[in-house]
């Protein structure tokens, strides 16, 4: 399993960005692809994800900035982020989230417990200046 995260970068308060989440080898009857972050001196949390029905979910923290999209062809999670702030500086990260012990929506939104079931990528750098 394969998680690779890119489309992070500088960019201004108030400007966006479209994270992308690259998978491959992923079993996606068992696992859900999610978005979390963890900006400096701050634990992870998750933003986003989709659940093994693919409904979305976004936590009420960048609810209305964030959508979760996906292309199945490409194996390949988006995340655009809107109205971006200097408070959203984190790394950005990807996970494949393991769907048959607990509920994905309850995973991937705040504060991530690592139960050792997911994967993960290495992440995306997003710094934001005001």
């Known amino acids: 399993v394969q998680l690779v995260e890119s489309g992070g970068g500088l960019v201004q308060a108030g400007g966006s960005l479209r994270l992308s989440c690259a998978t491959s080898?992923?079993?996606?009857?068992?696992?859900?692809i999610g978005w979390f972050r963890q900006a400096p001196g701050k634990e992870r949390e998750g933003i986003s994800c989709f659940d093994e029905d693919g409904q979305e979910y976004y936590d009420d923290s960048m609810k209305g900035r964030i959508t979760i999209t996906s292309d199945n062809a490409k194996k390949t999670v988006y995340l655009q982020i809107a109205k971006l702030k200097p408070e959203d500086t984190a790394v950005y990260y990807c996970a494949a989230l393991y769907v048959w012990l607990r509920p994905v929506n309850g995973r991937c939104l705040g504060t991530y417990y690592d139960y050792g079931e997911d994967y993960w990528g290495k992440g995306t750098l997003v710094t934001v200046s005001s």
């Open positions: 080898g992923v079993n996606f009857d068992s696992y859900a």
